[in-house]
């Protein structure tokens, strides 16, 4: 019997009378708790409503292609906020109207109309993580809070050949905090790019689980202090047990750099 024709992805649309734009925006996440509107804390969903408030009236909370942790950089997150027909500020003019109310964390890099039936978060197919190493005997004050400061060699052939064995479908429970979801998930990218004196550890997926990313680079630190060997990290894969893997890094190296939209 043939195989069923798979079934067709949910389409999204704004309410009737609102129209939906699309915007990238970057912000410095030291400021804030993450993405995410908390009570009582600053987070870059309120702070850019808030601009959009100033703009007019009527507009809906905007809806990022992910939540970031307290801390955590983005270089370009795709964003979608949906406003009245009759909103008044064009989108080819929106990225520069929203950042003259934005403070310095926060910036709008462009804006355009959305195209039918997109979501920032449900019809988004990858999400794009880099974590930065400063490599270095000394630190560096340009790089504080920005990139996790690692003054000993590193050994970027064991710290792939660990990413290797984690790369795949794999149930990612040791490499999570307080995590109530199911653990299984793809990881598309997981790689060790060194630098001079900058390292990136760069990570792909549809989606990941919560600290995941930094229990990851905590782990492959490990293998490149010689801490870890790579068959270990298998067997810590398989275990799934927190305890055994590395400590979650600081968010401060961490950047959310992309997402990707399959036929949007």
Same mark, same amino acid.
């Given at each position: &019997?043939?195989?069923?024709?798979? @079934?067709?992805?949910?389409?999204?649309?704004?309410?009737?009378?609102?129209?939906?734009?699309?915007?990238?925006?970057? =912000?410095?996440?030291?400021?804030?708790?993450? =993405? *995410?509107?908390?009570?009582?804390?600053?987070?870059?969903?309120?702070?850019?409503?808030? @601009?959009?408030?100033?703009?007019?009236?009527?507009?809906?909370?905007?809806?990022?292609?992910?939540?970031?942790?307290? #801390?955590?950089? @983005?270089?370009? &997150?795709?964003?979608?906020?949906?406003?009245?027909? #009759?909103?008044?500020?064009? %989108? !080819?003019?929106?990225?520069?109207?929203?950042?003259? =109310? +934005?403070?310095?964390?926060?910036?709008? +890099?462009?804006?355009?109309?959305?195209?039918?039936?997109?979501? %920032?978060?449900?019809?988004?197919?990858?999400?794009?993580?880099?974590?930065?190493?400063?490599?270095?005997?000394?630190?560096?004050?340009? =790089? *504080?809070?920005?990139?996790?400061?690692?003054?000993?060699?590193?050994?970027?052939? %064991?710290?792939?050949?660990?990413?290797?064995?984690?790369? #795949?479908?794999?149930?990612?429970?040791?490499?999570?905090?307080?995590?109530?979801? *199911?653990?299984?998930?793809?990881?598309?990218?997981?790689?060790?790019v060194p630098g001079d004196p900058v390292w990136e550890v760069q990570v792909a997926g549809e989606?990941?689980?919560?600290?995941?990313?930094? !229990? +990851?680079? !905590?782990?492959? +630190?490990?293998?490149?202090?010689?801490?870890?060997?790579?068959?270990?990290?298998?067997?810590?894969?398989?275990?799934?047990?927190?305890?055994?893997?590395?400590?979650?890094?600081?968010?401060?190296?961490?950047?959310?750099?992309?997402?990707?939209?399959?036929?949007?």
């Amino acid at each position: &019997m043939d195989a069923s024709p798979p @079934a067709p992805l949910p389409r999204f649309r704004p309410p009737d009378g609102y129209r939906r734009l699309r915007l990238s925006v970057a =912000w410095d996440g030291a400021p804030y708790v993450g =993405w *995410q509107s908390q009570p009582g804390a600053p987070s870059v969903q309120d702070t850019l409503y808030g @601009a959009l408030d100033h703009l007019g009236t009527g507009v809906l909370r905007p809806v990022a292609a992910g939540r970031t942790d307290s #801390g955590v950089h @983005a270089e370009a &997150m795709p964003v979608h906020v949906d406003v009245p027909e #009759g909103f008044r500020i064009p %989108a !080819g003019r929106l990225a520069r109207a929203l950042n003259a =109310w +934005l403070p310095p964390s926060v910036a709008v +890099l462009e804006a355009h109309d959305a195209p039918a039936g997109f979501h %920032a978060r449900f019809s988004c197919t990858e999400r794009r993580y880099t974590y930065r190493l400063l490599v270095s005997s000394q630190r560096h004050p340009l =790089w *504080q809070g920005r990139a996790l400061h690692v003054p000993g060699p590193l050994d970027p052939q %064991a710290m792939n050949a660990a990413a290797a064995r984690l790369t #795949g479908t794999h149930d990612f429970a040791a490499f999570a905090t307080q995590e109530d979801r *199911q653990t299984v998930r793809e990881l598309r990218v997981l790689r060790v790019v060194p630098g001079d004196p900058v390292w990136e550890v760069q990570v792909a997926g549809e989606s990941f689980l919560r600290h995941m990313v930094r !229990g +990851l680079v !905590g782990t492959l +630190l490990l293998c490149g202090q010689g801490k870890l060997s790579p068959e270990e990290v298998g067997r810590v894969l398989a275990d799934r047990q927190r305890s055994q893997a590395g400590a979650n890094v600081p968010a401060g190296g961490l950047y959310f750099t992309g997402a990707s939209y399959t036929g949007l």
